[in-house]
């Protein structure tokens, strides 16, 4: 065989296997209207090559009809390659479409009947074979019609670059092959091209610059295959295609290299084919990889990192932080504007730029045509084809001079169902080539979209949510809830310098809603809470702390300034009141309490109990005041006075003591254990540091902890033996029997908190909340450690009295767990030094 016979096999098996991978590829991948025709221009470039190549073997059924398979190939293309450009630019002209179509298949009908071109005629000169053709005066038609087929394609392409729709660079490879294809397919004519197949050669060129239109460029976006079967397909044919065009080749030289193992040629040949295949299937598996998932794994791992990080956050600004991250990313040579939409203005106002230069305060109405016309679509759109639409032509010259000014090229809205949320435009930077962006991009950043509108929803609802649990609906401050957790803050940034807490409550307000009705009410917490607002302004945290109560903390403040604004609120209540149009409205007032820390508070805990109780001492002491809870030498509170609480105390004696003496009925131990806890509790509360009227609320907690034993079963209370679980139930409910018994007695009621918690411990396993540490209230903490100290040592039904040393021993030795650790070891302090007078029955001799 010459060179020239084997240059003409060759070339076109080349030729054949470079197109009919790309056939195959695009045949195994979803398929869409692009798609499809750039499958029919393989199509025209496989029959091409593989007509020419099997003509040239002159295999079954003929080279005639391997002729005939590749002429129809050539005088495909041109009007193929028109189609593919036509569908690639989406250009709306059906009637120049279908009347080219028409064309060109008249002339595939003509050639059939020989009008242009001949049928070869195989002869043969010396030791090589030729085909020769005959050609009419009318192949000049095809010709010409092939030259404007390829002009309208290029013009197609021109204008699309032109309007911004496509990037020239998309088309360079293809327009390259296409040269390198017509100038071949002339030059096959020239005597001197006779002899070398220039015509398979640049079908094979072609196929190259196709692969990398589709690698680089991803002019058209094939999408992954789902298995392995069509890459096998494909490595099977390729590698039969190379058996049946080089078996008579490698026969020979299986025979001339090889005879003494003829025997063994079909299990030689079986093994060489099966290693091909495994060969070529790796080879097509990368290379169809390359072209189907290059830039696409890379953007679905983008993609999904994305949507990872934004389900991690419901925070509006680390959104718009990931989101900007991710357009710097993976848009390069762009810049991006984020426009999200104000719900309480209606526009959508810039949030975010990945340009700090561009970054600026600017809005679009919710009505702007842009933004009318972005939600209809739904989808990110060029901006040339905004400027096509009615929406661009409703927009003032103003509005059009500034989308020129921002040079929006593209366009992604941010779609929530039927609403959109937010909107990217972007913008080309100065020094970026100008490349259209691929479609498949496109689509990528759509899913972008879908994933961040979610993320925005979520964040937005847990905004709602989030200021639902924060702030009082009627006044806008912070509620009580997240005051605490505020307060938690402000005091580990002050626990080097000074705190300050402010409680205001209302006088009389119950009876102001009464008289005047609930919305005059509403009206005048509304207005004071901005007030309030105003007067605290950076200085602090406002809340409202109850129905009539409002709170304020001062970190780094000391009390004169909680003082100050509390006097400046009395003043603009006074004058809000005196301005009334209803003079008899002049009565409302407030009383204030102020704790401080470290002067007077330990904890936050304390800091709230003492300054509610400088509120009901205010509210003790006349009303409309501000006091200031501030612990005193112990000499100076012994002596202190006693006689508003002895007074109140005294107007319920008969009620308490008829009620204990009930309970003295059924356990004689009771009547003086409640005295005796009184005096223990009262003594402590002073020892700590507890103002007065604290102290003589403790000690009145102490007289009335046990009260709700009326209630329980004497059998119970008298029992010898250890209590069975449901006894000891029974027993336990004594503690809230006693706080719903004191709700009834006259304006004892600031007693329930230390009765009600007097069981609780300070490890949080007491009963019946189960509350720990200083979350418990000091007077319960109090009443705990006297209660105990007279149960250990008194004489009971069920054991004998303790000694008082070994009493406090068994204090001590559950410091930390039952009881408050200070206070247990001031107790301990308080009775080994003798200041604390202790009430002991003997202890039995041994």
Known sequence: MSLNERLFIVVPLLSLLCNLFLFLTALSTKKDRLVYAFIALLGAFTMWSGGSLFMRL????????????????????????????????????????????????????????????????????????RFEYGTSPLVIIPILMAVYTLLAAWRLAYKSCRDGRSDLAQFRPMLVGVAVMFACTVSAVLPQMVSLPVDTFSCMVNACCLYYMLYRRRLVPLRSFASNGPVFAIALICASVLLVSGYRAADAFYARYFSQFMAYKTIVFSVAVSVLTVLLFCLVRRLMTAILLKGAEQQSEELRRFSTD???????????????????????????????????????DMCDATEMS??????????????????????????????????????????????????????????????????????????????????????????????????????????????????????????RSYFQEVLQKDFALARQAQLSVLIISFDDFRLYNELYGSAEGDRILKRFADALRVLVASRGTVARYSGKEFIVSFPFCAPDVATDCAEQARRWLEREVVGSAQLNRRFLTFSAGISSYPSCAR??????????????????????????????????????????????????????????????????????????VAEYAAALARAAGLDAEHVEIIRQAGLLHDIGKVGTPETILTKTGHLTDEEYDIIKQHVESSTSMIRYLPSMDYVIPSVLGHHERWDGSGYPRGIAGEQIPIGARCLCLADSFDAMVSRRSYKDALSVERALQEIEANLGSQFDPRLGKLFIDLVRSGKMRVYSDPVPET
């Open 310 to 348: 934004v389900n991690k956050t419901l925070s509006l600004d680390a959104l718009l932080q990931l989101y900007r991250d991710y357009l710097q990313h993976s848009m390069p040579g762009y810049t991006a504007r984020v426009f999200v939409l104000d719900s309480r203005t209606g526009c959508y």
């Open 358 to 479: 561009v970054a600026c305060r600017d809005s679009f109405a919710a009505d702007d045509p842009l933004m009318a016309w972005l939600k209809t679509r739904g989808c990110c759109s060029q901006y040339v084809e905004f400027t096509r639409s009615r929406h661009f032509r409703a927009l003032w010259q103003k509005e059009k001079d500034r989308l020129e000014q921002m040079r929006v090229e593209l366009m992604l809205p941010i779609m929530s169902g039927e609403d959109m949320t937010a909107v990217t435009l972007f913008s080309r930077q100065d020094d970026a080539p100008r490349r259209a962006l691929s479609q498949e991009r496109m689509g990528m950043l759509d899913s972008v979209a879908a994933v961040l509108a979610i993320a925005l929803n979520n964040a937005s609802l847990y905004e709602a949510l989030r200021k639902k649990a924060q702030f009082d609906p009627l006044t806008g401050l912070y509620n």
């Open 58 to 129: 002159q295999l079954a059924p003929g080279y005639p009809f391997w002729y005939m398979v590749s002429i129809t190939g050539i005088f495909l293309v041109p009007f193929l390659i028109y189609n593919f450009i036509y569908r690639f630019t989406d250009t709306k002209a059906p009637f120049s479409h279908v009347v080219q179509g028409l064309i060109w298949l008249v002339i595939l009908l003509l050639n059939a009947g020989n009008v242009f071109i001949t049928n070869p005629h195989m002869v043969n000169v010396g030791h090589e074979t």
């Open 603 to 676: 904890s936050v805990e304390e800091l709230l109990t003492y300054a509610g109780m400088a509120v009901y001492s205010a509210k003790n002491s006349g009303k409309n005041r501000t006091c200031l809870y501030t612990p005193e030498p112990e000499d100076k509170r012994i002596a202190k006075s006693y006689a508003s609480k002895r007074a109140l105390a005294d107007s319920c004696s008969s009620t308490i003591f008829a009620l204990t003496a009930a309970i003295d009925a059924k356990d004689h131990y009771t009547f003086s254990h409640s005295q005796h």
